[in-house]
């Protein structure tokens, strides 16, 4: 028995046989799971960039700081979107894939060596460490909140004569 979130269908292949397809029926996310993704994404980067903001460090430590968490959040979202991309059966290069795993780990990376070179309070660090890993986290569930949501409102009967475009 298959899943209730799965249609399944036959198609014609183009010599003619029958062959049972089986597609996800996407699924709209629920509001407080897009709620929560959001709260914790605004949570996570702005108290990251507000205890950098207040901390001590020179201002070359604090654009380090955050150049890194610009690049953990879009190399989070390439990931997700990419490894999705894969489950879904759509092509995606092996070079880009390792990209997209040496992006994250780099940045996680990083920002390692950076707290353990920096000259913060053992609290101070921690605080860093979690707030990066908690908006990476969130960046990922908010992006893909967006696509679910987008796919369910594609499958709803009228969006495609809404939202085509009109040529003149």
Known sequence: MAKPDMLKFLDRSARGYCVLVMQQVPIRPSAAFIGASWLALVIGMSTFLIGIWNSGMQLSEKGFYATLMLYGLFSAVSLQKTVRDQIEGLFVTGIYYGLCWFSV???????????????????????????????????????KNIRDARLADMQQPGYAEKHKKIKD
């Open 105 to 143: 780990g780099i940045s996680i990376l990083l920002l390692l060596i950076g707290l353990w070179n920096a000259t913060i309070s053992l609290s101070e660090k921690g605080f860093f460490g979690l707030a990066f890993l908690m908006s990476l986290f969130a960046a990922v569930a908010v992006q």
